[in-house]
Structure formats: structure tokens, C-alpha cells
């Protein structure tokens, strides 16, 4: 049985996007896993230890460069790796058939880790899919999970400080939030082992996924322009606190 | 005639006003506007939604009661597919994120979650990607068509229609091997910060926990939630529940008031959809305060409290 760890390959958030093509970006920026993945890479290495004859199996769909991502899952702590080539974009319908494919063609889920959502394109909802696809129960935002034999005790973040508590039978998927553990950032030995680890690489074709009648394409990006005009609140702290009342009451009608 | 169903979510009993926004998207002059509703009751709701244009309501009934995503998004979909609804809006809400895309899996149907615009008709949405940095034009294809809206993105605008109530019985088959035990509340919870209308949010500024009741004794008299920027939370004022930014809370208040937080781009790819900002720090070379609506340059300890005074006066 497997733990896999579904991750994806993203610009870093801090990094300029630059739109070249009418949908596309200028991709010679940094691009990094996904930062929500971490989490789910963090916990799949840790619950490994507590089964023998588990592997940790980190997929991702995306173009070759996307290798970069998988060596950083396996300097985590994936013990290896699969990705799914493909140069087309590929919306979240097509990416869950392909991560559910390559899944049951390697091997007998336990767990399966995505992160709660990618900041790229902010889906919100390939885990959905995933767990449709697989015919698995879904919890999304976890931030707490207690494997037992047969069952996983999750805790998952509704709203802020809102807590669902689940039991799920497994296999199941489970998409990471921010508040589930502390990202195991690799050391120098980490990522040196890494290398050695195996990448199987196979094409989106050779999967042979039915195409889906459905999907969602990405027509044109812009920049989002900031449109503020800052002015002043000035005068007595009575002027200002004044001021912020008005504001709040004819023109934001809040209050 | 053409019809679009609203996801429709209740706040202690009464329609979120976020939701009336959602009617007001797809509003259009040959389009019948469905409200959905599940467990709830529905006779509280309806002149609220009438006033916005709902021009009917079903009332969804799975004879189960409390929070159960799996079983409330099948039953959503039963009732789509009973009544012939191939589009669906719902809230990009803590309710949305796991409704919609779990309706969207079942019919495998195209979903945009936090939609800034809905053209229902050529199935068209805008919506942020890459934190917030560009705004991309999505179509969706298939045979049923989800959207989830950015809460107030769109401002509500009364419609005044009339609707009827139309129940749906739905026999409830819990999904298997998923079951919520219980719904607990933690320390800075129950704000229902990703929905507040207001936020008034400390920073650094702050220099304290036991400061942040002065944004406490402010919030009060506006119905504000209060949210803080990173560093409070890292220096262990406020709990992770409060942060707002890149790596917690995601807001779009109507007005966002931050004080003594410097706007890190952190902070501001999750505020800075805010429909106005003020800001209140003593630097006013202060990031945010060129990013700003309105800025104090000022110390907030003489502020807050003449704020605080100020409210109290105006609410009364």
C-alpha cells in the first residue's frame, strides 16, 4: 500500500508575472511545489512511518521542468516519483483523470495527499475530482489526521477556528492545509539522496484517458490593476476618528 | 424559460446578504432565478429573496440534520437534476469550498470557483489567478455549469419578483466511509472573517495581545470581525484563526481597516480585494499606505480610542 502525494508546479508567489500570449505567462521565473503540497508531503512522510512496506509516491501532470518539483517532494521525503508529461494546459477535470490514472496504474492507494488548493491557478477543487474519480471519500483543508487500521480521524478547517471533525474509511484523499504540520524544508543530505531517487516519467497520452466532455479554458489573462488613490485623513485624533465615520457611514454604508 | 439556480447560505436563520449579490450576477430580464436551500426553513428566507429578484424557491429536504458536505452537495445536485437547472451559483464562502466543487465532481461538471463576474449566458467568468496578480477569462463547457462568486464582488441591487416554494424530498444515503463526528469551535473562531462586510485588522503596530481590545471596543460598535497581519500572530498575540494574507484568511470586506500593519505583499494577497481601505500607521512611507483608500498618518493608541468614541456615538 502507497501513500501518494499528488503536487503541482507553480511560479514562486513571490515572483513577477509576466503575460506573454494571450492566455499564457512568461515562464523563466522561479516555479517551486506548490506550497499547500508541502504540508501534504510533510504528513505523508511522517504516517509513513508508521506502517512498514509503505512507500511515499509524489505525481504530478505538467511539462518536463515539473521534475524540479518532484526531486523537491522526494528531498522531503517521497520516496519516488511519477510525472505526467504534458505540454498543453490542463484544467482541473483533465488533471484529476490523469493523477486517478497514473495512480491505479502504479500501485494500492492508502492515503492520498493533495493540497488544499494550487496558488496558481486557485481551483479549489482538483481533490473534488481526484476523489470522484477514485470513488473515495474527501476532506479538504485538513489540518489535523490520526491514522488508525482501517480509518483516518481528520480534522478540517471550515472557516477560521471552525473545525470539522471526520472519521473516513480509506483509502481516502485528503488535501492539506497550511495548519497541519511544519513543512520538513530539506537539509543538504536530503537533496543530494534525492537524486538518486527514481523519476518514472510517462506522457498524458500514453495514459489513455477518455477526453472529457467537459472542461474549462483559460481565454485571455490581464494584469489586475491596482486602481487606489490614497488621500489623507487629517487633523485632531477626534478629526480623524470623525472622519472614519463618515467614511464607514455614506460612503461605504456599512454602518 | 431559461433558469439558474443560487446556492442559497443562512446566517443565524436569515439569508446572508453576500447571497442577494449572487441574484443581482445573473439577473436578467427572461432568466427565472432558482433559489436552492437545503435543511433550512425557507419561510423566513423568502421575502428577502423576493426583494432580490429569486422568483422561486426549492426546499430541499434530506431529512438529515447538521453539516454534512457530502450528503448536502448530492442532494443540491438531485435537485439540479430534477428540475432541469444545468447552471449553478453558489458563494465562494467556507460553505462554497466544500459544496460547490463537490456538486461540480458528482456531475462532472466545469466549476469557477471565486468569480469576480458570472455571463451565465456565454458560460464566461472573470477570476484572480496567480494571488491576485492577474485576472483571467475562463469558459466553461459541458453540460452543467458551476460557479462559485467572490463574496460581495458584485453588489446587490433589489429586484422585487414573487416566488413560490416548490419542496424537494430527497432520501438521504450518507456516503460511505465519511462520517463528521462534530463541528467544533476554537480560540478566534465563529468571526466568520472570510465574510465580514467590515475588518479591522492589527499589525505590528499593535505591539501587543492584550492592545487588540482596543480594535475589540471598535469592532463592537460596526459588527467588525478583527484580523491581524502575520507578525501579531508570529509573536503569538492573536491566534493563526485572525491572519489574513497569502498564508491565512482571504477576505473581501466592503472596508478593511488596518492598523499599524505595513501591507507586506503577504498581507495584501489576502485583503487586497477590499472594496475601500484605510489605513492607520505612524510611517508614512509605510507599503500600504500607497496602496490605501484613505491613510492616518498617526499614532493608533490616540486614535482607536477617539474611533471607539466616535462609533459609539454614530450606532446609538
Redesign the interface.
Known sequence: MNIYVCVKHV?D??AT?T?EGP?T?NEKITFLVN?YDEHAITEAARIKALKTDTQVVAVCLGKAAAENSLRSAMAMGADRAILIETDKPA???LT?RALAAAILADGEPWIIFTGKES???????T???L??NLG???A??VVKLDVEEK?V?VECE????????????VP?VLAAG??LNTPNYPTFPDIVKSRKKPVKKITLDELDIKT?????????????V?S???????GS??E??????D???N??K?? | MRSIGLLIELKNGQVKDTNFGMATAVHAQDREIVALMVDTSVDTAKSSLETHGVTRIINIKTGCSGWNPSLQADAVAAAMEAFAIDSLVGLTSPTGRELLPRIAAKLDAPLIMDCLAIDPEARRVKTSQYSGKTIATITLNGNHFIYGLRPNAVPAVKQPANADIVDFEWAATPEDGYQVIETRMEEGGGQFLAEADIIISGGRGMKSGENFSLLDDCARHMGAAIGASRVAVDNGWVPYAMQVGQTGVKVNPKVYIAVGISGSIQHFAGMKTAKTIIAINTDENAAIMANCDYYVVGDLFEILPELEKALARAVS
Not at chain 1, 158 to 168: A, C, E, F, Q, S
Not at chain 1, 228 to 234: A, G
Not at chain 1, 240 to 245: S, T, Y
Open positions: 511560479p508567489s513571490a508575472i503575460i492566455n505567462i506550497p484544467d482541473s477535470i484529476a496558488i496558481d491557478s486557485e481551483g479549489m477543487q481533490q473534488f475530482r476523489a470522484a473515495l471519500p474527501v479538504t483543508n480509518t480521524t471550515r472557516d477560521p477556528g471552525t473545525i470539522d471533525v471526520l472519521r473516513m474509511a481516502a497550511k495548519g472529457p466532455a467537459a472542461g474549462m479554458r483559460i481565454d485571455t489573462l490581464e494584469p489586475a491596482e487606489r488613490n490614497p488621500k489623507p485623513l487629517s485624533a477626534a480623524i476618528a470623525e472622519r472614519i465615520v467614511i464607514l457611514k460612503e461605504a456599512v454602518i
